[in-house]
């Protein structure tokens, strides 16, 4: 388990975690997202004791991190996958972290496996490809078998095989009972890993609820329908708080009621419904629009006249 407590980091005058609290609890794949900026790696660096707060405190397991006596074994993280000796094996990199922890031999060669890395254990990780480097990176996280597991886009640089394993992995770990905290900008995979989002902007807590509750918040209860006649329906469905706009032909999108309502409405009137379909929004929409006033860099875009390099060009 993560505990963390008023969390706050400053750098001079900028405040990177501003005030964080949120638990992090095991049995579940939990999402740590928000825009670059927000404030993730900082709020990782300080669970994992590598910042130390200016103010709060997080504890993992029921301790801060420099009071494990065999931290490895408590905690398992990949922030970096490139921190590796270039000049070692792979097989050889996670060994020598194993002997400074007391780790067998044995389990090297079973996270080597877990991992995938058997055909090139005995290579060079300076030779690695990206997809590669993060294995490894994944390997040297489960090499003490720890209880919790901290994990920063660890789906970078990995086809779409090891995304897939990868979401599997998180899975299972969770499934045993470990703390299983996991930061990435690919929306649509943490929509199939996470059961659980704590969402952070500008060093702030925005959100932290189960993926299904964010997505339902932004989703504004929509529905589509399909009818015979309607206008007929549209009609019927109006009252307060109910909107109903025509979407072309025999469609309609209507806020403010269930489907239920609205199949029972229908009905009543003894109008024929050819659909009627929950509308829910993506987890990449709901983040993007609960997380809009959060962003912290901007891109150029198009403007009327002239191209976004152009635009760019012209403000510099």
């Known amino acids: 388990m993560i505990e963390a407590l008023g969390l706050t980091k400053r750098y001079g005058q900028k405040t990177a975690v501003d005030d964080l609290t949120f638990t992090v609890k095991p049995g579940v794949v939990t999402g740590f997202l928000g825009p670059n900026g927000a404030g993730k790696s900082t709020t990782m660096r300080m669970i994992l004791g590598l910042d130390a707060p200016t103010a709060g405190t997080v504890r993992v397991n029921g301790k801060a991190y420099r009071e494990h006596t065999a931290p490895l074994h408590e905690v398992g993280a990949l922030l970096e996958a490139r921190s590796v000796h270039t000049g070692r094996s792979a097989f050889n990199h996670l060994l020598a972290l194993a002997q400074t922890a007391g780790i067998s031999r044995g389990r090297v060669d079973e996270v080597v496996d877990l991992v995938g890395l058997r055909e090139v254990a005995k290579k060079r990780a300076g030779g690695f490809s990206l997809g590669m480097g993060q294995r490894l990176g994944i390997a040297s996280a489960l090499l003490g ?15 779409p095989d090891g995304i897939r394993w990868i979401r599997n992995l998180l899975k299972s770990l969770a499934a045993e009972g470990r703390t299983v905290f996991v930061s990435s900008h690919l929306m649509s995979e943490m929509a199939q890993t996470a059961e659980h989002l704590i969402v952070v902007g500008r060093g702030k807590l925005i959100a932290n609820t189960s993926v299904q509750e964010f997505i339902a918040s932004s989703s504004g209860n929509r529905v589509r329908v399909r009818t015979t006649d309607p206008h007929a329906l549209a009609t019927v469905l109006a009252g307060p708080n109910v909107t109903v706009e025509s979407t072309g032909g025999d469609a309609l999108e209507v806020s403010g009621l269930s489907t239920d309502q609205i199949g029972l409405a229908a009905g009543g009137a003894g109008i024929t419904l050819l659909e009627l379909s929950a509308q829910q929004t993506s987890l990449e929409e709901a983040f993007m629009d609960l997380t809009k006033d959060a962003v912290e860099y901007h891109g150029a875009t198009t403007t009327e006249g002239g191209s976004a390099l152009e635009t760019a060009g012209a403000n510099r």
Do not use: F, K, S, Y
């Open 145 to 159: 078998d720890p209880q919790t597991v901290i994990l920063d886009e660890p789906v970078n640089g990995l086809d």
